[in-house]
């Protein structure tokens, strides 16, 4: 159950965040927006997967990742669940709109930066406790640990003000094309994640099963 629930959670991760790219290509606002409310629940699943493999040594950065993962999960779900319901089937004007459209740079975009540099964050220490065995998990680690350096421009970039002419309508298209190279990076963290969890599960089916027979060993010996 656990190498399914991880491999699920990286396999959701994998094919949101594919369905992001093509919904920012297609301009599809509604799906790009509801995709993301999905994704931050594959990635809680794959790094609960993550932690559940962690040893003793890497345990603290594993439980670290993993309620960083939980932090990411509120921020983004609440402002992807405000776009698709009170920002788009009411009408917002003035400073309403200002600060809950996310298109405007207002506060919800700052969460939702927020958002995304914590997961930068978790991505790291993560990436500390996965046991890289081969070379695909060598990749995965060193990619989930470089993803971290997002976490610096995401949490300082909105404190210089750079976003504020968004609320004049100019946001431009280097924002999407910034979130398409962001795309690019993540897709592979997902792919090579469900790789090592299938791996594992193939490695030994029988895991679960064996362990459960050594607890029952263990019982009948000390009785």
């Given at each position: 159950?656990?190498?399914?629930?991880?491999?699920?959670?990286?396999?959701?991760?994998?094919?949101?965040?594919?369905?992001?790219?093509?919904?920012?290509?297609?301009?599809?606002?509604?799906?790009?927006?509801?995709?993301?409310?999905?994704?931050?629940?594959?990635?809680?699943?794959?790094?609960?997967?993550?932690?559940?493999?962690?040893?003793?040594?890497?345990?603290?950065?594993?439980?670290?990742?993993?309620?960083?993962?939980?932090?990411?999960?509120?921020?983004?779900?609440?402002?992807?669940?405000?776009?698709?319901?009170?920002?788009?089937?009411e009408e917002l004007n003035g400073?309403?709109?200002?600060?809950?459209?996310?298109?405007?740079?207002?506060?919800?975009?700052?969460?939702?930066?927020?958002?995304?540099?914590?997961?930068?964050?978790?991505?790291?220490?993560?990436?500390?406790?996965?046991?890289?065995?081969?070379?695909?998990?060598?990749?995965?680690?060193?990619?989930?640990?470089?993803?971290?350096?997002?976490?610096?421009?995401?949490f300082f970039m909105p404190m210089?003000?750079?976003?504020?002419?968004?609320?004049?309508?100019?946001?431009?298209?280097?924002?999407?094309?910034?979130?398409?190279?962001?795309?690019?990076?993540?897709?592979?963290?997902?792919?090579?994640?469900?790789?090592?969890?299938?791996?594992?599960?193939?490695?030994?089916?029988?895991?679960?099963?064996?362990?459960?027979?050594?607890?029952?060993?263990?019982?009948?010996?000390?009785?």
């Open positions: 159950m656990n190498q399914l629930l991880s491999k699920t959670g990286a396999a959701m991760v994998t094919v949101t965040v594919f369905l992001f790219a093509v919904f920012i290509i297609c301009d599809f606002t509604f799906g790009s927006y509801l995709v993301c409310m999905f994704l931050p629940i594959g990635y809680i699943m794959m790094s609960a997967g993550f932690r559940n493999e962690s040893d003793e040594k890497t345990r603290v950065a594993a439980d670290i990742g993993l309620v960083l993962s939980a932090v990411y999960a509120v921020l983004i779900l609440l402002v992807y669940y405000a776009q698709d319901t009170t920002v788009r089937l400073q309403a709109a200002q600060i809950l459209n996310y298109k405007n740079g207002g506060l919800m975009f700052n969460y939702d930066l927020l958002g995304y540099g914590i997961m930068a964050l978790s991505t790291f220490f993560i990436g500390l406790s996965v046991r890289a065995e081969t070379r695909p998990d060598r990749w995965l680690k060193r990619l989930m640990m470089i993803h971290g350096i997002f976490f610096l421009s995401c210089t003000g750079m976003f504020t002419h968004m609320a004049e309508g100019n946001g431009g298209k280097g924002g999407g094309i910034a979130l398409l190279f962001w795309c690019i990076y993540f897709i592979p963290i997902g792919i090579l994640a469900y790789k090592h969890f299938d791996v594992k599960k193939k490695k030994d089916p029988r895991e679960g099963a064996y362990m459960e027979a050594q607890d029952s060993s263990r019982m009948v010996s000390n009785h």
